[in-house]
């Protein structure tokens, strides 16, 4: 693995440098948000709290990978002298991330009205499941009931069975991390033409329906059913679907496309036998128990060596070590080690203003004088908030 060297100060690399990011301390996907953009160059801050021993995680802090290439600070939120000095970081930011139950910044004297009177084009970014408003909006949850009452959990799984818990990617990192993400960086951009910030509601609950789009069109024009695992794309279709092999170990295939399932099915040998047709549904059952049947001929390694690199659209299904460790991931140096962790390469790629994982997750409170003093805060200051216990020493 390619292995960086750790630098002080802030990531002066990628297509976000010179973005300035204010991030209030908190779990899953905000800190994700943060993460993302700090990979990309932006300056990241996060906010800690000075009396807070962890994060809520029960792990080094070298581990809480999704605060690496950030600077932490350590302040007393519920002193005034604290609070002040988060002001004078908001007046010099770009962006701001906070994922607290909706009323609790205001609380704090962090709310939208006053960053936003502090510095008007500051694209304020809101992260929460519900919403900061509707019904359920001051209801506590987690990645699995946002994607549970929108009804994406129920589309996924086998048919006949409980529903499938899909880590929390749906929800936390994809219907909520990634899309406020791309609402920060578009009022980032807006604001710079008219001027003005903006508040980014980044609700899970609207991501993942937004993620669920095509679904919705295909189930309006009667080619999506309401049961899960009996669908083109869900398990139900015998070309789209995981099957076991002979050692136990498991394989995928996907060829949607007639002339990629020919391929696959000329090359399991079942080109000249009598199937019933690839998209006829009341065929389905018996395919699926032929292709069951051949790929529990041979083993994981066997099928690889057959069916990798080709048109069959084919992969095995492999551990996350697994993947790791093989010669595409390898290639393309999808990890990086930093300080004996391994972290994934920061994505998307950017060929003239590369992403990196410069930087180790900090320690709450690690970074404070320094990122003070290059927020413009003058040395007495933070020797005198330092002196009051405002701050960490």
Partial sequence: MLSLLIKVGAVDVGVLTGVCVVEMAGIGPGPFCGMLLADMGADVIRVDRIDQV????????????????????????????????????????????EGFRPGAMEKLGLGPDVCLSLNPKLAYGRMTGWGQDGAMSKAAGHDLNF?????????????????????????????????????????????????????????????????????????????????????????????????ETSDGLYVSIAPVEGRFYGEMLNRLGLGDEELPKQNDPKGWQKLNSRFAEVFKS?????????????????????????????????????????????????????????????????????????VLKDWGITDERVAELRAQGVINK
């Fill in 54 to 97: 962890d994060r809520g995680i029960n792990f080094p802090s070298k581990f809480d990978l999704l605060n690496r290439n950030k600077r932490s600070i350590a302040i007393d939120l519920k002193s005034r002298q604290g609070l002040e000095t988060v002001h004078e970081l908001v007046k010099k930011a770009d962006v701001l991330i």
């Fill in 298 to 370: 041979r083993t994981r390694d066997e099928w690889c060596q057959l069916l990798l690199g080709t048109d069959a659209c084919f992969a095995p299904v492999l551990t996350t070590d697994e993947y790791i460790s093989h010669p595409h991931s390898v290639e393309r140096e999808a990890f990086v080690e930093i300080d004996g962790v391994t972290n994934p390469s920061p994505a998307p790629r950017f060929s003239r203003t590369p992403s990196k994982v410069i930087r180790v997750p900090p320690k709450t409170g690690r970074d404070t004088t320094e």
């Fill in 147 to 243: 994607i549970a009452l929108t009804g994406v959990l129920d589309s996924i799984g086998k048919r006949d069975d409980s529903p499938t818990i899909p880590l929390n990617l749906i929800g936390d990192f994809g219907g909520g991390a990634l899309y406020l993400a791309l609402g920060l960086l578009a009022a980032v951009i807006e604001a710079r033409s008219s001027g003005e910030g903006q508040v980014v509601d980044a609700a899970i609950v609207d991501g993942v329906s937004s993620l669920m789009t095509m679904q919705y069109a295909l189930k309006q024009m009667g080619q999506w059913s309401g049961s899960r695992g009996t669908n083109l794309i869900d398990g139900g279709a015998p070309f789209y679907n995981v099957y």
